[in-house]
């Protein structure tokens, strides 16, 4: 496996299964987001295509988050918002296709693993599929992540979220705020839900899909910016020695937690 991670597109049936994955918990590297952008964007221009399911590979975390190695490599303001505009291209990249969009999540999820998580139009998860925000214990804040979340569990959930920053939630948790729609008991029926709605889907109108997330998005048009204005705000903190000095401690396994 890339220690960039990868992203491949699967199309079969109308159906775009995008699956990304990371040999360290499929974590999201520069590169992973930059291709999990332009999958999403090009699956959403093509006709042929009505409706997408993301996921990671494996069976174990959904996402790690940002990827630490590539955290500490960041050594000017320029290179941290790039690295974070990652994380809201694949938020408006979901936000602006015009076909339905599953989240497969089957293991835990951290910081942009949850955005990715609200950012879909559906999502169906595990039991595993425990939610942290670890972003202010490193010091920089969930704040890309933060519209796509607060859009889905509410300012409440959010900040909850936030607040406790070393704390997993329970599937059941996110399911109850809305982040989950439903939950499956083992793999093989999560994967049988998933493409069972995924095939309904793919023979629904088009038009009506397209009008829908319309309706679902109606009042985001202003995230293209709004994002940027959050990626900034991480661009400059990830250079904060707080934030270096926590990611050296977790690489070296003694954050506590």
């Keep these: 496996m890339s220690t960039q991670g990868s ?13 990304f994955q990371h040999p360290k918990g499929n974590a999201l590297t520069r590169k992973t987001l930059e291709e999990l952008e332009q999958a999403i964007t090009s699956v959403g221009n093509d006709r042929d295509i009505r409706v997408v399911v993301i996921h990671s590979e494996g069976d174990g975390a959904f996402c790690g988050g940002a990827y630490f190695e590539e955290l500490m490599k960041i050594s000017t303001y320029e290179e941290g918002k790039r690295f974070f505009m990652g994380f809201a291209r694949v938020i408006n990249a979901m936000r602006k296709c015009p076909k339905l969009i599953i989240a497969r999540v089957q293991g835990k999820a951290v910081g942009g693993g949850v955005g990715i998580a609200a950012a879909a139009d ?18 920089i804040g969930p704040f890309v992540v933060e519209p796509a979340i607060c859009r889905k569990i509410g300012k409440s959930g959010f900040s909850t979220l936030a607040i406790d920053a070393t704390h997993w939630y329970k599937a059941e948790w996110a399911r109850k705020k809305g982040l989950y729609a439903d939950i499956l008991d083992s793999i093989d029926q999560l994967d ?61 396994g003694n954050t506590g937690e």
Excluded at 7 to 19: G, H
């Design 7 to 19: 992203v491949t597109t699967d199309i079969t049936n109308r159906i775009a299964t995008i699956t």
């Design 192 to 252: 049988h839900a998933v493409f069972e709605l995924a095939e309904k889907l793919a023979k629904s109108n088009p038009e009506a899909i397209r009008e829908l997330k319309k309706i679902f998005w109606s009042g985001t048009e202003h995230w293209d910016t709004l994002l940027e204005e959050q990626a900034e705000i991480s661009g400059r903190l990830v250079l904060s020695e707080y934030t270096r000095n926590y990611i050296d401690n977790a690489k070296n």
């Design 122 to 139: 559906h999502v169906l998860a595990h039991p595993s599929a425990a939610v942290k925000l670890s972003e202010l214990a490193l010091g």
